[in-house]
């Protein structure tokens, strides 16, 4: 959902587009044609739309309102790789306020850093870094107000987190379960405006 109130809607797997459905209306406008389905969708502050296309291994993104519903790539390659400029099965995105891009790179268990105007990504946490967590199929990532990570470990059933001292366990710590401190492959978070924390959890 955009800052107005329109909503973007993933129709890559039947139709090859995002949609926007105008705020308080039934209107449709296709916004982008990509050629897959979008895992992650993300709107940035100067209206740029990222779309992750997990079985693509790329990222793409569109200025909305530019004329065009062509986007152009913003990482990944397009084959399935762990090198700077390839990613594997990526799924949730985050565009911070200096337009760096934050990428869940799924298969790869790790989370790229790639930022504003390049293609090559760092990786900031999982395989091939020195963070202290190990990552299992990380599927979403958030910023929060402080610039703090926000991920969900998949595989892991949990939600982890950094701060001043390094990455933490916040949810589902105990194992994957059915229980209300449990997690079951999780997909995706979100903050509130309270701060409150919500988590898809797939297999309850």
């Not at 209107?27 to 779309?51: A, E, P, Q």
């Amino acid at each position: 959902m955009s800052i107005n109130g329109d909503i973007y809607i993933d129709n890559g797997y039947s139709y090859g587009r995002v949609d926007k459905y105008i705020f308080n209306t039934l209107n449709r406008i296709t916004v982008m044609n990509v050629n897959g389905s979008c895992y992650g969708l993300f709107i940035d502050i100067n209206n740029n739309l990222y779309c992750s296309l997990k079985n693509l291994h790329q990222v793409v993104k569109l200025l909305l309102n530019n004329g065009t519903t062509i986007p152009t790539i913003a990482a990944g390659n397009g084959s399935a790789g762990s090198l700077s400029n390839m990613l594997n099965s990526p799924q949730g995105i985050y565009v911070d306020s200096n337009l760096n891009l934050y990428i869940a790179d799924s298969a790869n268990n790790r989370i790229q850093f790639v930022q504003t105007g390049q293609l090559n990504g760092v990786t900031l946490v999982g395989n091939g870094s020195s963070a202290n967590i190990t990552l299992n199929y990380p599927t979403g990532i958030v910023l929060d107000a402080n610039g703090y990570l926000f991920i969900v470990d998949s595989y892991n059933h949990r939600i982890v987190a950094s701060s001043y001292y390094g990455f933490r366990c916040l949810v589902g710590c105990s194992g994957g379960g059915s229980t209300m401190y449990q997690l079951s492959f999780p997909q995706s978070m979100a903050f509130d405006s309270y701060g409150n924390i919500y988590v898809t959890d797939r297999k309850p």
